[in-house]
């Protein structure tokens, strides 16, 4: 097998995921088990639960990675893990098994950023990708936007102040009386729905230097329209929700405008030309077509991973291990795990 084959594992949150990639860019493999139907009964990822599956799923998810790219493990070049941030009991089960083959093949081991490699993803499939460029995270426990010079240069110009995008959609979601992970579930919804139909609030950035974003304010109104505002009022059941489309429809609208107004400026404020979106909001078609239509009205270019690897990934992680793996950043054993 030709190039420097890097083996990526990722287990932060409620993905077991792995994947071979050969030279940062070529994708070989990639093998995800998704807990989420098993934490769909609490409405939310539960800890002792990710954990325990990790550590059932990581060596059969590895053993695939490496079957469908067709290597063994001695023809890898270096070992990438996660190893922030995320769930730290989860994060330990990938960083174990991650020590345990690098040990016993005397493999070097890197560490890998688990919101730099989201960001890496997006730049992963575009033929030619020119750095710097703007970069929105937008998953379940991020939103946070990145001016980026290069896969290892990153520097943060603004988050939220509360809930994240993903964390909106999945509390949006559970009031609408959908499942969770909710992103999926309201968005199929708001397809049935007008998008002006009902009236919410848009925040905007009163930080000079850079973006910020908030949701509560939009949830908060839904909540309203939902329940009315009563606060001893218990939720209604989903089949007595007044125009339940039309709100799904609404407050998705109103999520793609903060996310895709904020960027905008920020890019314009920072001279970049490319916005990178990545996470798993990134696999939002509304946020897709807006900030794309948007960015180019401008004369910017939106750029976004494939939905495959929007979501949490291992071939994220072992794309930008390579390049951490280069720069000299075999940490060895000693690599340590970090909830932050
Ligand atoms: O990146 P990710 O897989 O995990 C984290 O690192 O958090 O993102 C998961 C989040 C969830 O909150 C989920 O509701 C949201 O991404 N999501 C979506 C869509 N697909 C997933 N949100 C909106 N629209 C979608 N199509
Ligand atoms: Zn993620």
């Known amino acids: 097998m030709s190039g420097e084959l890097v083996l990526g594992i990722e287990s932060s949150c409620d993905e077991t995921a792995a994947a071979v990639v050969a030279d940062g860019r ?12 098993m934490h769909a009964v609490y409405g939310g990822v539960v800890p002792e639960i990710a954990g325990r599956s990790h550590l059932q799923k990581i060596l059969p998810v590895i053993d695939a990675a490496l079957a469908e790219a067709r290597v063994e493990l001695d023809d890898l070049s270096a070992i990438a893990v996660t190893t ?29 950023h688990h919101i730099e490699a989201h960001v890496h993803a997006a730049t992963m499939e575009a033929e030619r990708f020119e750095y710097p460029c703007l970069a929105l995270v937008v998953s379940g426990g991020h939103t946070a936007v990145y001016r980026v010079e290069n896969p290892l240069a ?10 994240a995008a993903g964390e909106a959609f999945d509390k949006v979601a559970h009031l609408l009386g959908l499942g969770y992970p909710g992103g999926p579930a309201v968005s199929k919804l708001a397809r049935e729905g007008d998008p002006r139909a009902i009236e919410l609030p848009r925040y905007r ?26 606060a001893r009022a218990t939720l209604p059941p989903p089949e007595a929700i007044p125009r339940r489309a039309d709100i799904a429809a609404s407050f998705e609208q109103a999520v793609c405008d903060v996310l895709v107004g904020e960027c905008l400026r920020a890019a314009e404020r ?17 946020l897709r077509a807006e900030m794309t239509m948007r960015a180019a009205e ?7 991973p494939s939905p495959a690897y929007c979501t949490d990934n291992a071939v994220m992680i072992a794309g930008l291990g390579w390049h951490v793996w280069k720069a000299g950043g075999s940490a060895g054993l000693a690599l340590e795990a970090s909830p932050r």
């Open 270 to 286: 920072e001279g970049l030309r490319t916005i990178l979106v990545a996470g798993g909001v990134a696999c939002n078609q509304r």
């Open 154 to 163: 990153l520097e943060l110009l603004g988050t939220t102040l509360d809930d």
């Open 298 to 304: 401008r004369g910017l270019v939106a750029v976004f």
């Open 26 to 37: 070529r994708i070989l493999s990639s093998c995800v088990h998704s807990q989420a139907a």
């Open 205 to 230: 950035s009163k930080r000079a230097t850079g973006p910020e974003f908030s949701f509560s304010g939009i949830k908060t109104a839904v909540l309203y329209q939902v329940r009315g505002q009563d």
């Open 84 to 112: 922030r941030p995320g769930l730290i009991g989860s994060l330990l089960v990938g960083l174990s098994a991650a020590k345990g083959l690098a040990f016993a093949r005397g493999l070097p081991l890197v560490g890998v």
